[in-house]
């Protein structure tokens, strides 16, 4: 199966940067590849339910934004390296969450939901500090 590894969090000041990587690893029971799959990074904040910041389609071609990190964060992948990025500039408090790496499907006006992830990673956390 598909093995999702992110990296790349860490405790940061408010308006600092940083770079999350998630690098997969494996097929899927059915032999595919992680260039075939959608990515998305999720984010779940204590006592927050997990939403769906950014996508990248197949190709990297196609993106989504949540409106709260649009101009914010940007979602990039390179199929060669079966790796995906999100850079994350000017970080606020409130960007404060475990970040997720997931393997899917999803809608380019809506985003990924819980139900179009075939794997998940298992999350790396973002501090970022007032």
């Known amino acids: 199966q598909v093995q999702l590894v992110e990296s790349g969090g860490g405790l940061v000041q408010a308006g600092g940067s940083l770079r999350l990587s998630c690098a997969a690893s494996?097929?899927?029971?059915?032999?595919?590849?992680?260039?075939?799959?959608?990515v998305g990074w999720f984010r779940q904040a204590p006592g927050k339910e997990r939403e769906n910041v950014a996508a990248?389609?197949?190709?990297?071609?196609?993106?989504y934004y949540a409106d709260s990190v649009k101009g914010q964060f940007t979602i990039s992948r390179d199929n060669a390296k079966n790796t995906v990025y999100l850079q994350m500039n000017s970080l606020k408090p409130e960007d404060t969450a475990v970040y997720y790496c997931?393997?899917?499907?999803?809608?380019?006006?809506?985003?990924?939901?819980?139900?179009?992830?075939?794997?998940w990673g298992q999350g790396t956390q973002v501090t970022v500090s007032s």
């Open positions: 494996g097929r899927s029971y059915a032999g595919r590849s992680f260039s075939t799959y959608d």
């Open positions: 997931a393997a899917g499907y999803f809608n380019s006006a809506a985003g990924m939901v819980a139900r179009q992830v075939d794997y």
């Open positions: 990248i389609s197949e190709s990297g071609r196609i993106t």
